[in-house]
């Protein structure tokens, strides 16, 4: 999407305020963002960030119970939760976890399958590792996504549905709400990862901000999917191309609090 000067300097005066008034340590509390912040080491923080963004769907409510219970089930320390478990010792940990489709079979899975792969190097060097030039989010996705999937023990086919990857053609929403988390500087996002600039970032694309983007004429495509958020971050990038994901506190918050975004101001 090209966007006219004209409609770049209307939609910056009109989303700039509304993105300060998100983006503000008080979002924090309710948001799953919430659940690595309470983490002081840089891997109990990336390991939670991971399993909040994947989890980060249906009721708010009951998904932050539900965060909150997966901490108590990994003794509040997730990284040496990873790295220490076995199967024989630690499986009533996780068993009789659910959250919507995710069970304590995918939990244990994942669990698995970061710690074959965090016994060497760091979720980030495991996500950089996939980067193209191109576009080292859609690759870096992709890999990471791979790789977790490869090291699930026996690979069972439900667990693709929990790891989205670009070319099944999904939005990845999730993944790219984790990458905002880890990229952006605070005060909400965590600012972890530095081996990616914002400038690569994707908008977490969702039934919701999709319906905002497209009041305003952020998107125009009517499928919530991979072009679709080429589409929207190419449009947010016009507006801000050093940190096109800042447009996601104006998108998702008002969308959470319940406001619609007004058309007519951007007119």
């Given at each position: ?66 965060l909150a219970e997966l901490c108590h089930r990994m003794d509040y320390q997730p990284a ?25 079979a995918d939990a244990e899975g994942l669990v698995l399958s970061l710690q074959t792969l ?20 859609e690759s870096g996705i992709q890999n990471l996504a791979e790789q977790l999937i490869d ?117």
């Amino acid at each position: 999407m090209k966007l006219e000067p004209h409609r770049i300097d209307r939609l910056k005066a009109y989303l700039d305020p509304i993105v300060d008034r998100f983006e503000q340590v008080d979002f924090i509390k309710d948001d799953p963002i919430s659940i690595p912040h309470g983490f002081e080491d840089p891997e109990d923080k990336a390991i939670m960030a991971l399993f909040s963004a994947l989890l980060a769907w249906g009721r708010r409510d009951i998904m932050m119970s539900k965060l909150a219970e997966l901490c108590h089930r990994m003794d509040y320390q997730p990284a040496r939760f990873v790295h220490s478990y076995r199967v024989s010792s630690h499986r009533t940990k996780l068993e009789g976890f659910v959250h919507r489709t995710f069970n304590a079979a995918d939990a244990e899975g994942l669990v698995l399958s970061l710690q074959t792969l965090l016994a060497q190097t760091n979720l980030e060097n495991i996500f950089a590792r996939g980067f193209k030039a191109e576009d080292p989010v859609e690759s870096g996705i992709q890999n990471l996504a791979e790789q977790l999937i490869d090291h699930v023990p026996g690979r069972p086919k439900r667990i693709h549905k929990h790891l989205a990857r670009p070319s099944s053609g999904s939005a990845c929403k999730r993944w790219n709400m984790f990458l905002r988390w880890m990229v952006r500087p605070g005060p909400v996002d965590l600012g972890l990862w530095k081996s990616l600039n914002t400038k690569d970032l994707k908008l977490p694309l969702d039934l919701h901000s999709g319906q905002q983007a497209r009041r305003i004429g952020l998107l125009t495509r009517p499928s919530n999917d991979w072009k679709a958020t080429l589409e929207l971050t190419s449009a947010c990038k016009a507006l801000s191309p050093e940190d096109p994901a800042r447009y996601d506190f104006a998108l998702f918050g008002t969308g959470a609090a319940g406001e619609l975004l007004d058309e007519w101001s951007v007119k």
